[in-house]
C-alpha cells in the first residue's frame, strides 16, 4: 500500500514538472535559444556566423620588402582573401604560438591561390629581408602567398597602431624587448577587413590566435569569404 502511494507522488511530481518545464523547453527549442549555430561543431566559445561577415572597413595600405628583397603591397592580394598578423623572429613569448596557428592556416588552405598570410616585424632593424627568409625556412612555409614583411619602424609602428589599430610597442621591461597584439586580421578579396559577431552581435573585428577556438573561427570564416 504506501509502495503504491510512493507510486502516485512520483507521478504527480512528474506530471507538475510536464506541465511546467515542456513548455518552456518548446519555446527555448523554438527561438533557437538551445544550441548556438547551426551544428555543434561550428560553434567557437560565444562567437557565431550564419555564413554572413560583419564588414569593418577597407584594410589600410601598405608596401614594405618581403624575405626575398621583393616590394609587396596591398595590392598583390587584390583578389585574394588573407590574415595579416605583427610578430618578431626573436621574440621568445606569444609569437612562436602565434606561427604555429599560422602553420595551421596555411596547411588548411595550401594550394589555394587565392588565398595568403602576410606577417609583418616589428623589430625590422634585426628582422632584415634574409633573416625573415631563414625564419620562414625554418617555420616550414610552403606557400608562396605568405610574405614575411620588414621596412622602416616608424612606418610600420603607425601601421599598426593607427592604420589596423592592432597594439605593438617597444618595451626594454618586458621579455625579448618589443610587445605586440595576438590577434589576426581576416581581409577579403576586395581589400575590406572581415569578421564575425560574438554572442551578443557585436563585431569581434579580430581572430585570436593564441587560442585553438580563435583559429578554428578564422579558418571557417576564410572559408566563407574563399567562396564569395
Known amino acids: 500500500m504506501l509502495k503504491n502511494k510512493s507510486y502516485i507522488g512520483i507521478s504527480f511530481i512528474i506530471l507538475l514538472f510536464g506541465i511546467y518545464a515542456v513548455p518552456k523547453i518548446i519555446s527555448r527549442i523554438q527561438n533557437g535559444d538551445v544550441v548556438k549555430g547551426e551544428r555543434l561543431d561550428q560553434v567557437t566559445g560565444n562567437q557565431k556566423t550564419n555564413g554572413k561577415l560583419q564588414k569593418i572597413g577597407p584594410a589600410p595600405q601598405f608596401e614594405l620588402t618581403d624575405q626575398n628583397g621583393k616590394k609587396i603591397s596591398n595590392a598583390d592580394y587584390k583578389g585574394k582573401v588573407y590574415v595579416l598578423e605583427f610578430f618578431f623572429s626573436t621574440c621568445p613569448s606569444i609569437c612562436p604560438i602565434m606561427n604555429r596557428s ?26 632584415t629581408a634574409q633573416v625573415l627568409k631563414a625564419h620562414a625556412e625554418t617555420l616550414g612555409v610552403k606557400s608562396s602567398n605568405w610574405h614575411f614583411l620588414t621596412g622602416d619602424k616608424k612606418y610600420i609602428y603607425d601601421l599598426a597602431n593607427k592604420g589596423f589599430n592592432l597594439y605593438a610597442g617597444e618595451n626594454s621591461k618586458v621579455n625579448g624587448g618589443f610587445e605586440h597584439s595576438g590577434l589576426f586580421a581576416l581581409i577579403d578579396k576586395n581589400g575590406n577587413i572581415r569578421c564575425r559577431k560574438d554572442e551578443y552581435n557585436n563585431p569581434i573585428l579580430y581572430y585570436d590566435g593564441l587560442e585553438k577556438s580563435g583559429v578554428k573561427a578564422i579558418q571557417q570564416d576564410i572559408a566563407i569569404l574563399l567562396k564569395e
Not at 102 to 127: C, K, R
Open 102 to 127: 599560422m602553420l595551421e592556416i596555411q596547411n588548411q588552405f595550401f594550394g589555394n591561390p587565392n588565398f595568403g598570410i602576410v606577417s609583418i616585424t616589428i623589430d625590422p632593424e634585426h628582422d
